[in-house]
């Protein structure tokens, strides 16, 4: 999500409450530049570079509507709007995070374990490690160094708070209350998972596999299990 009006990029890493800052801000504090289509995405305007699967491929990754890297920002709008601007994003503790994710996937609605999911994506590496989704934080904002190149951080954890701190700077005096969106995927009827004691899922095999794969995100944010 982009606003020119207001000097801003958003950085929507999935499974961090990004769809709640999309809808607290893109309608009225954003020009047609970030729209929200099909009530779940933010698009940009005359955005058709971003299904161009090269830098994506580049990166050994997929596209993903919505949710675009630095990188590809960067690329987009030039670096002159991208240093310029106050980029932010949220990040998440990457256990919690990558249980969150579970809760989307195939493989739960096919009756995989959460345990056996973990294995197949980070140890077998069946195909889904392409997936953005699976990568760290600093995968989506570092530079080719691996330096963080956003100007603020929200943390999931302490999402409300850190927002508001976030309104402040960037001038919105409106008080603006975050509301869930789309918290579960359609087949799933009922949450069935505790993502806020996600340390009953784990053990330590699995434990161990996460610290391993986001290394980067633990030392970046001080992340704990």
């Known amino acids: ?67 675009w890297c630095n990188v590809e ?43 056996d999911w973990i294995i197949n994506s980070f140890v077998k590496k069946n ?13 989506w904002i570092s530079d080719s160094n691996g330096k963080n190149e956003m100007d603020y951080i929200i943390r999931y954890e302490n999402l409300e708070e850190d927002f508001n701190m976030l309104l402040k700077k960037l ?9 869930k969106v789309n918290p579960l995927p359609k087949w799933q009827k009922d949450d069935d998972i505790d993502t806020k004691n996600y340390q009953n899922y784990y053990d330590e095999e699995t434990k161990k596999i996460i610290n391993d794969n986001f290394k980067e995100d633990i030392e970046e944010f001080g992340y704990e299990f």
């Open 73 to 115: 920002l960067k690329s987009f709008f030039g670096e002159d709007v991208y240093d310029e601007y106050l980029k932010f994003t949220i990040v998440r503790n990457p256990w919690q995070r990558m249980l969150s994710q579970y809760k989307k996937t195939d493989s739960k609605k096919n009756g995989v374990t959460f345990r």
């Open 1 to 67: 999500m982009i606003s020119h009006k207001h000097k801003f990029i958003f950085i929507h890493i999935g499974r961090t409450a990004g769809c709640s800052i999309e809808r607290a801000l893109c309608d009225k504090y954003c020009g047609d530049e970030s729209q929200i289509q099909q009530g779940k995405w933010v698009l940009y305007k005359d955005c058709n570079i971003f299904y161009e699967t090269a830098l994506a491929n580049e990166m050994d990754t997929d596209i993903a509507a919505g949710h």
């Open 171 to 179: 001038g919105i005096t409106d008080k603006i209350k975050l509301q």
């Open 127 to 139: 195909g889904s490690m392409t997936e953005r989704f699976y990568k760290p934080c600093m995968w």
